[in-house]
Each structure stands twice: as C-alpha cells, then as structure tokens.
C-alpha cells in the first residue's frame, strides 16, 4: 500500500531541511553546471512553466505503458482503475485525450485542500503528487500532501535566490551570475 508512512519514511519537516541544505550547497557552486530537476522545476514556475506534473497545476502527462499495451493515467497508478485501454485496440493519442485521462488530470486541481488553495508556495508546489496527498490538514480536511512541511521550507526557502535567477534569465542573462553576488 502506498499510502503509508513508516518508520522509514522521511518526515515533510526532514525532507525540507534536506532540500534546503542541498539548494544551498548547488546555489553558491553549482548552478549551471549540475542540474537538480527539482531545483529546475523551482526555477521554471517563475516563468509559469511546470515540466513536471508533480508540481504542475495539473497532472496526466506521466502516462505508463506496459509490454502488453496497456495504458494507464500515471506511472504512479498502474491499477485497474487508471487503465485507459490497450494501444493494440486503441489510438494511443485517443487514449491521452480521452475524457477518463483529461478528468485525471483535472481532479489534481479541483481536489486541492483550502490550506493549499491560500498556499504562499502554490505557485511552485500545487500540492505536489496526488499519491502523496494522504495527510489531513490542522482543520482535518483531507488530500494534504504529507510532504507539505517540507516543501513549503524549501520553495519559501529558494524563493528569493529563483527570484533573482529568473530576473537574470529576463534580462538576457545566465542564471549562474548568482553565484558571484553576494
């Protein structure tokens, strides 16, 4: 079952002091030589561009295909309720577009919780992945991303050093001049 948190399992709170750690690290040394999809994904929702779905205002573009053709909304619900159909007996592009795969995708939005709606961060996060969103928020309203702690460090955390890499990239110029401001 994948909507469970173990004892193994990071904590929101630990996954944000990582991430923070991390983005510091890359900031001061590495920006433009070592690419961190997260950090890059950060950076393209100042631009509103999402290239990820986990952090896209909407998902299903992450589709899984199986060796027997079997199609399915996301990579992270190959279960029979996610199942399109087969590519040998329908167009794949007809599958993508078909009304079960676009409301999919749109049920990320339109279930967002009010805590994450207000979210200072949503314009980086949108709640992250729908199979994360297991957690409650203080208010009990369920689809809370239990991961939320620490991705609402992280992006407030990286938000002025994205700011000024995306004001740089405006100005023609390459977001690694970062690394020589102080």
Same mark, same amino acid.
């Given at each position: 079952?994948? =909507?469970?948190?173990?004892?193994?399992?990071?904590?929101?709170?630990?996954?944000?002091?990582?991430?923070?750690?991390?983005?510091? #690290?890359?900031?001061?040394? @590495?920006?433009?030589?070592?690419?961190?999809?997260?950090? $890059?994904?950060?950076? &393209?929702?100042?631009?509103?561009?999402?290239?990820? *779905?986990? +952090?896209?205002?909407?998902?299903?573009?992450?589709?899984?295909? #199986?060796?027997?053709? @079997?199609?399915?909304?996301? $990579?992270?619900?190959?279960?029979?309720?996610?199942?399109?159909?087969?590519?040998? @007996?329908?167009?794949?592009? $007809?599958?993508?577009?078909?009304?079960?795969?676009?409301?999919?995708?749109? +049920?990320?939005?339109? %279930?967002?919780?009010?805590?994450?709606?207000?979210? @200072?961060?949503?314009?980086? *996060? +949108? &709640?992250?992945?729908?199979?994360?969103?297991?957690?409650?928020?203080?208010? &009990?309203? /369920?689809?809370? =991303?239990?991961?939320?702690?620490?991705?609402? %460090?992280?992006?407030?955390?990286? #938000? /002025?050093?994205?700011?000024?890499?995306? $004001?740089?990239?405006?100005?023609?110029?390459?977001?690694? #001049?970062?690394? +020589?401001?102080?």
């Amino acid at each position: 079952d994948g =909507n469970l948190v173990t004892s193994r399992s990071i904590s929101g709170r630990q996954y944000g002091e990582f991430l923070c750690a991390v983005f510091d #690290e890359w900031v001061s040394r @590495d920006v433009g030589d070592v690419f961190v999809q997260l950090f $890059d994904v950060t950076l &393209g929702a100042h631009f509103d561009l999402h290239s990820l *779905c986990v +952090h896209a205002p909407t998902c299903g573009s992450a589709l899984a295909l #199986e060796h027997n053709g @079997d199609l399915y909304s996301c $990579d992270h619900f190959v279960e029979p309720d996610h199942l399109l159909g087969n590519i040998h @007996d329908t167009p794949m592009v $007809d599958l993508v577009s078909s009304p079960q795969q676009v409301a999919f995708g749109r +049920h990320k939005l339109e %279930s967002l919780p009010r805590m994450c709606i207000e979210c @200072d961060v949503r314009y980086a *996060c +949108h &709640g992250g992945c729908p199979k994360d969103r297991f957690a409650t928020t203080p208010e &009990g309203e /369920p689809g809370l =991303n239990h991961l939320c702690d620490g991705y609402k %460090s992280f992006f407030a955390h990286s #938000e /002025p050093k994205m700011r000024i890499m995306a $004001d740089l990239i405006r100005d023609g110029r390459f977001a690694d #001049e970062i690394m +020589h401001q102080r």
